[in-house]
């Protein structure tokens, strides 16, 4: 049993890191897009999440968010939700700075998107990053997105206020919203 | 029938990107192609969702055959028609609110693009359909599962190590297997304290055997208790064994007087040990047929094999002279020859239908 399991571990291993290869050695953009969103998908499953470490996959979704292309950023942010569900890899995000990154994606387009860095952000929340995480512009986009026409927005939106923060944060960020401290965070820019 | 309207979750059907069929990718080369085509999309917690729409239902009054369909893959809680929905012409659209995730993952895998009464079904998650506290609730869940698998695995992997530093536990099975392939020399110590009369002959099989009926049964006997005396001690395959054992009494008792077929019965009796119920039963039932054939060949008293019954031989015309007999044995020959000859001929000709169809 044991040994079966460590050969198809090595098999699995083997199969991730061609696809890694593949996505640094080609030029196709639509090859690209189509391993990028292979690896998120094999992020989904916990038996991945160890040789997906090991071949510093978090690293690479990572580099996606600040891609033109939005399926890249998309699929990369899709990518580091399934992984940061994992404690191993939510240090791994945490350690290379993924919280702006991430932040930064709450004001795609798209809302798969923008789903993916809300999930996302409430899984980075530990002891030590939450300051980060409940910073005054998040919550004032968390609010702003908790009354959206969307439902699965709306939903979201409302789970990480009641979950990741406390009342008093929140009241403190509406009464912000209502002055002058208002951000544009999780506001898409005008399509050009 | 139909789910009650009081909530706010079953209202509003509105016509999302991610409930289209998005194209199918064609240009993935042969090593990242699955079993099915699939189009480009990441699948996150936040797409799946226990609430499955399902649509291309044939308008054909098939609601029950269709929840009936879905409860195959888990309890659904909740189901109504979405007859908001903008459906295609003479289909229905249903919405079925699974209990748990896993059944509606299941059952989107297994109904997706399947054909039902003639119509082809498409399914997919709507989550849009949840509640707050549904989406608080799967996303916990999900935490919870993969941290519970990323724990497994830190085990089995400490479970591994340990293995690794202790070989002689790794090889347990092994072990055990090759406990039972050298069967005669552990019996020997498993059996000293029962009867020392008849065990050592299980080590020296070409020693003159006992009879044979006793012989046989101490074998099987001693096959059938080693192992559930060692693994659980449990009294119950003991009757089990004890049938097995009256009814091989019979064949043994037939085969008794030859030493070779005893011999014989030993041989595929060992070998019989870890064979599949239904390959026993037809030994034994091979072996029985045996035996009865050798009880006939017994009854008549000849040693000397026999395939069948003698044709009667042609009565022997002596001529009572040596020409006339060359003669006679030469027409005798001509006939069979002529003889044979029609028993080709319809051959042929059965043959040649054949061939013309």
């Given at each position: 049993m044991s040994k079966k399991g460590s050969s198809e571990g090595s098999d699995r291993f083997e199969y991730l890191q061609t696809l890694v290869t593949e996505f640094q050695d080609t030029d196709s953009e639509d090859a690209k897009e189509q391993v990028l969103a292979n690896l998120a998908n094999f992020a989904?499953?916990?038996?991945?999440m160890e040789a997906l470490r090991e071949l510093q996959v978090p690293d690479l979704f990572l580099d996606m968010l600040?891609?033109?292309n939005e399926n890249f950023v998309e699929f990369g942010m899709g990518g580091l939700c399934n992984l940061s569900m994992d404690r191993e890899c939510r240090d791994l995000i945490l350690q290379s700075g993924g919280i702006p990154l991430v932040t930064n994606?709450?004001?795609?387009?798209r809302e798969e998107t923008v789903l993916s860095a809300i999930t996302t952000l409430m899984n980075l929340t530990t002891a030590a990053s939450r300051s980060e995480i409940t910073d005054p512009a998040i919550l004032q986009c968390m609010l702003r997105f908790s009354l959206s026409e969307s439902p699965r927005l709306r939903n979201l939106a409302t789970v990480f206020l009641q979950d990741c923060c406390t009342e008093a944060q929140v009241a403190s960020a509406e009464q912000q919203m209502q002055g002058r401290?208002?951000?544009?965070?999780?506001i898409p820019l005008p399509k050009d | 029938m139909a789910a009650p309207n009081d909530s706010s979750c079953w209202s509003s059907p509105e016509v999302y990107k991610h409930h289209e069929q998005q194209k199918v990718c064609i240009s993935r080369p042969k090593y990242r192609e699955g079993r099915k085509a699939k189009a480009v999309k990441v699948y996150t917690i936040n797409l799946e969702s226990r609430y499955l729409m399902v649509q291309?239902?044939?308008?054909?009054?098939?609601m029950t055959e269709l929840i009936q369909l879905c409860a195959l893959y888990g309890a659904v809680e909740e189901y109504r028609p979405l007859d908001e929905y903008p459906a295609e012409e003479f289909t229905e659209v249903y919405l079925i609110k699974f209990q748990k995730l896993p059944s509606a993952r299941a059952a989107k895998r297994h109904m997706d693009e399947k054909s039902f009464y003639g119509g082809v079904l498409h399914v997919c998650y709507v989550p849009e359909y949840e509640s707050v506290e549904d989406t608080r609730l799967k996303l916990q869940d999900r935490r919870r599962y993969v941290i519970r698998m990323a724990q497994n695995k830190v085990r089995e992997k400490e479970q591994r190590e340990e293995v690794k530093k202790e070989p002689t536990s790794s090889d347990t099975a092994a072990a055990s297997e090759s406990i039972t392939s050298t069967y005669d020399q552990t019996s020997d110590n498993n059996n000293t304290g029962e009867s020392s009369t008849t065990s050592h002959y299980l080590g020296f099989p070409s020693l003159p055997l006992p009879p044979q009926e006793e012989y046989n049964r101490r074998h099987t006997n001693l096959h059938r208790n080693i192992p559930t005396e060692d693994k659980m001690g449990s009294l119950s395959n003991y009757v089990v064994d004890t049938k097995q054992q009256q009814m091989q009494n019979p064949s043994s008792s037939q085969m008794s007087s030859n030493k070779d077929r005893g011999k014989e019965s030993r041989v595929t009796a060992s070998a019989?040990?870890?064979?599949p119920r239904t390959t026993h039963m037809e030994s034994r039932k091979r072996k029985l047929e045996e035996a009865t054939q050798h009880l006939l060949f017994e009854a008549e008293g000849k040693n000397e094999p026999l395939i069948g019954p003698k044709l009667p031989e042609p009565p022997k015309l002596d001529m009572e002279d040596e020409s006339l007999n060359t003669t006679v044995s030469l027409i005798r020959s001509k006939i069979k020859q002529v003889e044979s000859v029609p028993d080709l001929k319809p051959a042929e000709k059965k043959v040649k239908p054949r061939r013309r169809i």
């Open positions: 989904y499953d916990p038996k991945n600040t891609e033109e994606c709450l004001s795609s387009r401290h208002q951000t544009a965070l999780g | 291309g239902v044939p308008a054909i009054g098939v019989i040990r870890f064979v």
